[in-house]
């Protein structure tokens, strides 16, 4: 079955260290992958996706289909990268037939 | 701001009740989604309406059901209510639901059954 995880609920690093939010996913197509985020008190929005290759606000992630990883990267965390990251899964019986499933979520607090 | 409007913001209700939650998505979009999201339970799918026809089931409960209109707006209706079901339900959409297309989120409704 089609599952995402992100094995930390919580992660806690100080300003100027790097970050690196996991996401393990299983699903036995081709993947689509994303990361969405969602700041204190606004709606979730799209960080960046697997397809793109880019980098938004300093984070990247690569898609590594031997591990069936999607791990989320920044070298020098900001203050402002403090909110909640989803790795989302495009398709599958936990996102219908276009929608995404979504990991559980990993809250990241940046110290200054 | 993403285009896609949820009303109410927040809703507070009793046991039992029945409460209607209610989404216009972006202009031109054809697929509407929702979500649940509980502290436990994360982001759960719920359904998918595209173009006023039911396309995918995730885990809905027997005594939730949706409906999306021919104006594409829609309605997550929520019954016999019980504290559990207290959460925040987002709704997405999206233009047609073509692969690797993103979703444009709702700013949600917060449900608290008491």
């Known amino acids: 079955a089609q599952r995402v995880t992100q094995p930390e609920k919580l992660l806690s690093v100080f300003k100027g260290a790097p970050v690196e939010l996991k996401c393990n996913y299983s699903y036995s197509g081709s993947p689509e992958l994303f990361w969405y985020v969602q700041y204190s008190r606004q709606r979730l929005q799209l960080l960046l996706r697997h397809i793109s290759r880019e980098s938004i606000k300093g984070f990247t992630a690569d898609l590594n289909k031997g591990e069936t990883s999607f791990h989320l990267k920044k070298p020098f965390a900001q203050e402002e990268d403090s909110a909640m990251y989803y790795c989302a899964l495009k398709g599958g019986p936990g996102g219908g037939a276009d929608g995404l499933t979504f990991g559980k979520g990993t809250h990241l607090i940046i110290q200054p | 701001d993403s285009g896609v409007t949820q009303t109410p913001k927040h809703l507070i209700t009793a046991t039992g009740q029945r409460v209607t939650l209610r989404c216009s998505p972006r202009s031109g979009d054809l697929s509407v989604y929702w979500y649940q999201q509980s502290l436990d339970q994360g982001l759960q799918f719920l359904i998918q309406y595209y173009n006023g026809e039911e396309r995918a089931k995730g885990n809905i409960l027997e005594r939730f059901s949706a409906q999306q209109f021919p104006d594409l707006h829609s309605e997550l209706n929520l019954s016999s209510l019980e504290l559990g079901d207290s959460a925040l339900y987002f709704c997405?959409?999206?233009?047609?639901?073509?692969?690797?297309?993103?979703?444009?989120f709702g700013s949600g409704t917060q449900l608290s059954v008491l």
């Open positions: 997405a959409s999206s233009p047609q639901g073509a692969t690797n297309e993103k979703l444009f």
